[in-house]
């Protein structure tokens, strides 16, 4: 099922938040545009640039030198398949400007204890960072 992860990650944002940002999109803006056409304000950023996605708001930024502007005020910031060695990076940017981090993982991937493993559409997402409101 091409692009079956994309939508179910995209679904379980537009159904639990209500701002985003993508993390390493990697031009591919599935999941973002189920955000976007939700009516949530969603930003997509990635370490290159994609000129071509005009579907969605996109940036270049580095999760591990982040422009902390760009996340603030998201409630989620969330990531697929992103390399692993970045989530330590990400859960640092979740817990500074106070946002939930979603992340779906590559294969049997995980970080440290894998954070609240969530089930959703039949997928696997992993909530590292849990914003306090």
């Given at each position: 099922m091409?692009?079956?992860?994309?939508?179910?990650?995209?679904?379980?944002i537009k159904d639990h938040y209500h701002s985003a940002v993508e993390v390493g999109f990697g031009g591919k803006t599935v999941a973002a545009e189920i955000v976007s056409?939700?009516?949530?304000?969603?930003l997509c950023t990635d370490v290159h640039s994609y000129p071509e996605c005009s579907s969605v708001s996109a940036v270049v930024d580095d999760c591990v030198e982040p422009r902390y502007d760009l996340?603030?005020?998201?409630?989620?910031?969330y990531a697929i398949r992103p390399g692993v060695e970045i989530v330590s990076a990400l859960i640092e940017l979740a817990k500074r400007v106070n946002a939930d981090l979603i992340i779906y993982h590559l294969g049997f991937e995980v970080y440290m204890s894998g954070g609240e493993v969530i089930e959703y559409e039949g997928v696997q997402l992993h909530r590292y960072v849990k914003k306090v409101w």
């Open positions: 091409q692009y079956g992860i994309e939508r179910a990650v995209g679904n379980y056409a939700a009516g949530i304000p969603i996340y603030e005020g998201a409630d989620v910031i």
